[in-house]
């Protein structure tokens, strides 16, 4: 058991609409990275958040953003949905200090979010 | 740019079978390697990982990996697979001045397992 926790499990949202996903992190972590997984497709890295700034993110537009939190849980909004925003949403957490590489990165069961 | 091929899209094996899946990478330096595995509707687990030494690396489950930087691949076997095996194994590379957050993943293999 991971101890990654994100809410909600689905979702339906309409084009245009706002949305708002949220993840808690495993105890103990610190790093929260979030990805889109589109059906039939590998898990795409969108974003990661370390001590509460974006530390990395992938080619993803600017209406995808996200925040961390002081207790290390994040959210990830995404505004002007789009058809095809319409995918798994994966959040992993994991511990850094110095070391890059940090821990070993625990995934939630993600998202399934559909835009109609 | 850091990208990871998995060539085979869906492989079906019958229990107690072999199994090799594929997984090339390309990357400039030497690459962080993982191995994931996702079941239906579950989020993603690590199988095992690969930074550097022992270019042979134990899983869990049962699974190996082999680290071969001549052929920029990283495959991944199980000698005997159960039928609890059948699910999705995603391939990934650590992305350059990435921790294990930040990965960039293959498109994955879908595995079968025939009784």
């Known amino acids: 058991e991971t101890g990654v926790t994100q809410s909600p499990t689905h979702l339906i949202k309409t084009r245009g609409q706002q949305v708002t996903l949220r993840c808690s992190s495993q105890s103990g972590h610190n790093t929260v990275s979030w990805y889109q997984q589109a059906l039939g497709q590998g898990p795409q890295f969108i974003f990661q958040y370390y001590r509460e700034e974006e530390n990395g993110r992938g080619n993803f537009p600017p209406r995808f953003s996200g925040l961390q939190f002081p207790n290390y849980s994040s959210e990830l909004n995404v505004n002007a949905l789009e058809l095809d925003d319409s995918a798994l949403y994966l959040c992993?957490?994991?511990?850094?200090?110095?070391?890059?590489?940090?821990?070993?990165?625990?995934f939630g069961q993600g998202t399934r979010l559909t835009v109609v | 740019a850091q990208s990871v091929t998995q060539p085979d899209i869906h492989i079906t094996v019958s229990e107690g079978a072999s199994l090799e899946l594929r997984c090339n990478y390309s990357?400039?330096?030497?690459?962080?390697l993982f191995w994931y595995v996702q079941s239906p509707g579950q989020g993603l687990q690590l199988l095992l990982k690969y930074f550097s030494g022992d270019t042979l690396v134990q899983g869990i489950k049962g699974f190996e990996a082999e680290f071969k930087r001549s052929q920029s691949s990283f495959n991944l076997r199980k000698p005997s697979v159960h039928w609890s095996d059948a699910a999705e194994y995603f391939c990934?590379?650590?992305?350059?001045?990435?921790?294990?957050?930040?990965?960039?993943f293959g498109k994955g293999t879908k595995l079968s397992v025939k009784p």
């Open positions: 990934a590379v650590g992305a350059s001045g990435g921790s294990q957050g930040n990965l960039i």
């Open positions: 990357y400039g330096a030497t690459p962080y």
């Open positions: 992993a957490s994991s511990f850094r200090t110095g070391n890059l590489l940090g821990t070993e990165a625990f």
